[in-house]
Nanobody, 122 residues
Framework: QVQLVESGGGLVQAGGSLRLSCAAS????????MGWFRQAPGKEREFVSH???????YYADSVKGRFTISRDNAKNTVYLQMNSLKPEDTAVYYC????????????????WGQGTQVTVSS
């Protein structure tokens, strides 16, 4: 069982930056791949970024070059550094843990956090 708690969301102006954190419980964090998703009002949850247990990273085209995912296995934490934020990045951001080889769909993850709100003003 893995419990995930996100933090770091908030209100920021367009062009600004935020760093989201996701703290995981349990001693098996390093064996899980971790993902970030987001969901805007009235929209489906969408893939943002993914990091494998070995460190390989993947990004949605909409955030490539602006967002960076990383993990610190010693701290059981995954991060999402978000730069050059745009109003269309406004959403609730969720972290997730899973062991599937695939990573772009929510059903490929086993555990989810409660989400943290990110609002980007224009």
């Amino acid at each position: 069982q893995v419990q995930l708690v996100e933090s770091g969301g908030g209100l920021v102006q367009a062009g600004g930056s935020l760093r989201l954190s996701c703290a995981a419980s349990g001693r098996t964090f390093s064996t899980y791949a971790m993902g970030w998703f987001r969901q805007a009002p009235g929209k489906e949850r969408e893939f943002v970024s993914h990091i494998r247990s070995g460190g390989s990273t993947y990004y949605a085209d909409s955030v490539k070059g602006r967002f960076t995912i990383s993990r610190d296995n010693a701290k059981n934490t995954v991060y999402l550094q978000m730069n050059s934020l745009k109003p269309e990045d406004t959403a609730v951001y969720y972290c997730a843990a899973g062991r599937s080889y695939y990573y772009t769909q929510p059903y490929e993850y086993e555990y989810w956090g409660q989400g943290t709100q990110v609002t980007v003003s224009s």
